[in-house]
């Protein structure tokens, strides 16, 4: 039923946007829509994963700026698209990997860990490129984030197919499985003998990795790596995954919500811009609709309870 409301939700808030702004429902901001979402919607998959384990990765904006960063430097250095891209990916996935180490085997809350290396890792972006954003002009490395293939912008199609990865991993495999089970219960999935520290470990790493190639996504189009890029963009991302359904409380929560939350948000911000509404707003907006979201998931727990 929640996945019913959030699209009636989803088809309302069109409709609404429909009638406040001529320029919404037209080919070409639709397709800006979608590109603008794909940065957040790549990123929101890993971070389902980690929400439904029991955990939180604050850390993702940060990664986001680091792996941008590290593409165009990279790219700048060696000239190879592919080369950059591998170690944006492997940027990520190191510092997801950090997360899962220390949250696992450190018993450290995850909102803890991350909220730490959300600095350290922002800070390291700052240090390393002294502050001064790396430009990239060449057509190769800008192809990823702007580029079209088959008339598809290509961040759409890295999106689709990441999704479609994501949906598979949770509903056809036991690795899925086993997420949700660590989620639900943490304690009875150790005596069933499932190795949960290093399921947590792979899940906190494959969000760094997700998040790392959303980082050289914004990079391209961008033409640059930016370390004051993401800032705020953990908030989108939680927003997107809270809001399509995923518990806090761990153990609940599937890719297609996902989708739609980052589709509410995405289509909210843009029609808040189309019409005029300071950016403070829209974060206040953003907030609120979270607390919204974690209260209506609250209260259907107490229900079921």
Do not use: H
Not at 91 to 102: C, I, L, M, P, Y
Not at 228 to 244: K, N, P, S, T, Y
């Amino acid at each position: 039923m929640r996945q019913y409301g959030l699209i009636l939700s989803l088809f309302l808030l069109c409709l609404v946007m429909t009638f406040l702004t001529d320029n919404f429902l037209t080919v070409s901001n639709l397709m800006n829509v979608a590109r603008q979402i794909s940065v957040t919607a790549i990123a929101a998959v890993g971070m389902t994963l980690v929400i439904i384990i029991g955990g939180i990765d604050l850390s993702v904006g940060s990664i986001l700026a680091l792996s941008g960063v590290m593409a165009a430097t990279m790219y700048t250095n060696v000239e190879s698209p592919v080369l950059a891209i591998i170690v944006a990916i492997a940027v990520g996935g190191a510092v997801g990997f950090f997360n899962g180490f220390v949250t696992a085997k450190g018993m450290i809350a995850g909102f803890i860990t991350t909220l730490a290396t959300m600095s350290a890792v922002r800070g390291f972006s700052f240090i390393y490129t002294e502050g001064v954003p790396v430009s990239v002009t060449s057509p190769n490395f800008t192809f990823i984030g702007t580029g079209y293939f088959l008339s598809i912008p290509v961040p759409i199609i890295i999106m689709i197919i990441v999704l479609a990865f994501g949906f598979y991993l949770m509903n056809r495999t036991r690795f899925g499985r086993y997420i949700y089970a660590i989620g639900g219960n943490e304690q009875t999935s150790k005596w069933s003998g499932l190795k949960v520290d290093r399921i947590k470990i792979y899940v906190y790493m494959l969000s760094g990795l997700l998040t790392g190639l959303a980082g050289v996504i914004l990079a391209s189009r961008l033409a640059s790596g930016q370390p004051f890029a993401g800032q705020g963009f953990e908030l989108d991302v939680i927003a997107a995954v809270i809001v399509g359904g995923t518990s806090l409380a761990g153990g609940k929560g599937n890719i297609s919500g996902t989708i739609i939350g980052v589709m509410l948000i995405g289509i909210l911000s843009n029609g808040l811009t189309l019409l005029n509404v300071d950016s403070y707003y829209q974060m206040v907006i953003k907030g609120g609709i979270i607390i919204l979201a974690v209260l209506i998931d609250s209260l259907g727990r107490r229900k079921k309870g």
